[in-house]
């Protein structure tokens, strides 16, 4: 059983920068396909970035290309998500998510989300 634990969520202007943390206990979280979500209000939940169990491997939604980057530091079982140029459209929840499978299709642990909120 993976506990999944998100920090770093805020209010922060246009243009501006954010740092989350997701910090996982109570597993191998090597092991992990690791993923990043985001549900704004009124919106279904959407996939925003996924990272493989080595690091090697990053995927994005296409509507923070360029802008978020994944990382993860395996030792410290914790993964990151670095927001820059943020958007009013880029407010919401932030959930990490964690799967066995190595799918964002398939993510078998959720954490309970950090709010992000970017002013116009």
């Known amino acids: 059983q993976l506990q999944l634990v998100e920090s770093g969520g805020g209010l922060v202007q246009t243009g501006g920068s954010l740092r989350l943390s997701c910090a996982a206990s109570?597993?191998?979280?090597?092991?992990?396909?690791m993923a990043w979500f985001r549900q704004a209000p009124g919106k279904e939940r959407e996939f925003v970035a996924g990272?493989?169990?080595?690091?090697?491997?990053?995927n994005y939604a296409d509507s923070v290309k360029g802008r978020f980057t994944m990382s993860r530091d395996n030792a410290k079982k914790t993964v990151y998500l670095q927001m820059n140029s943020l958007k009013p459209e880029d407010t919401a929840v932030y959930y990490c998510?964690?799967?066995?499978?190595?799918?964002?299709?398939?993510?078998?642990?959720w954490g309970k989300g950090t709010l992000v909120t970017v002013s116009s």
């Open positions: 998510a964690a799967s066995s499978k190595g799918t964002r299709w398939n993510m078998d642990y």
């Open positions: 109570g597993g191998t979280f090597s092991g992990y396909y």
């Open positions: 990272i493989s169990w080595s690091g090697g491997w990053l």
